[in-house]
């Protein structure tokens, strides 16, 4: 069964200071992996994607994450952080075999200091 | 732009009651999701559909029932409320021919059951 574990539950961080949230995910196949992001009072949405290319992708804001399929790992970052990322990011992962269902992490709630 | 959108922001109910969910979307896609949203747990899926009548359970199913009348629209019903379903609802669609099956999520529904 396939499995997404986010490393961090929040993460404080100081404006400019860089951000890597950690993913790793459990499933032995082909996958498409996922950031969203939930500003606060607002929908999930779509931060980047992976699902073939490139393992560097990079996404919204100034966001980019790399798999890295040996360790079976899809890390976020983001270089300088701004008061305006707070928020929580979840990473989720598609199972080619699995069709259409996607598993979410447990979510990283990020709070930007200003 | 794409859009979906669910029937409540807000919904307090008793105990016993009998809710409907509503979540439209107007897209055009195939597919469409539920999921409830609880902190610490991230996301996780109720019920699915990929087609109109069709569904499929998702991890948590028990307690709740779902309806696909029509393409546009995924109704999820919860047959007698308890207190342990307080919860924030999302629905989702995504598209079938979609290379990497990401999803467009609606604004959320916050279900409180007392």
């Not at chain 1, 939930?38 to 996404?59: A, W």
């Not at chain 1, 990011?89 to 200003?114: D, H, P, Q, S, W």
């Not at chain 2, 007698?80 to 529904?109: D, H, R, W």
């Amino acid at each position: 069964a396939q499995s997404v574990s986010q490393h961090n539950h929040h993460v404080i961080l100081s404006e400019a200071a860089s951000l890597e949230l950690g993913c790793n995910y459990s499933y032995g196949g082909t996958v498409n992996l996922f950031w969203y992001v939930q500003y606060p009072g607002q929908h999930l949405q779509l931060l980047l994607k992976y699902f073939s290319g490139d393992p560097l992708v990079k996404g919204i804001k100034g966001f980019e994450a790399e798999f890295i399929k040996s360790k079976f790992s899809f890390n976020l970052r983001k270089p300088s952080v701004q008061w305006s990322d707070t928020a929580e990011y979840f990473c989720a992962v598609n199972g080619i075999l699995e069709g259409f269902k996607t598993i979410f992490g447990a979510g990283t709630r990020l709070f930007v200091k200003a | 732009d794409v859009k979906v959108t669910q029937s409540s922001r807000y919904l307090v109910k008793r105990t016993g009651e009998k809710v409907f969910l509503e979540c439209v979307q107007d897209m055009d896609h195939e597919n469409m999701f539920w999921y409830r949203q609880d902190p610490g747990l991230g996301l996780r899926l109720i019920y699915f559909s990929y087609d109109v009548k069709m569904k499929e359970k998702g991890d948590i199913p028990e307690g709740y029932s779902v309806s696909r009348e029509k393409k546009e629209r995924f109704s999820l019903i919860l047959e007698s409320a308890s207190t342990n379903q307080t919860s924030m609802y999302l629905c989702a669609s995504s598209p079938q021919k979609s290379s990497s099956y990401e999803q467009y999520f609606g604004p959320g529904t916050r279900l409180t059951v007392t």
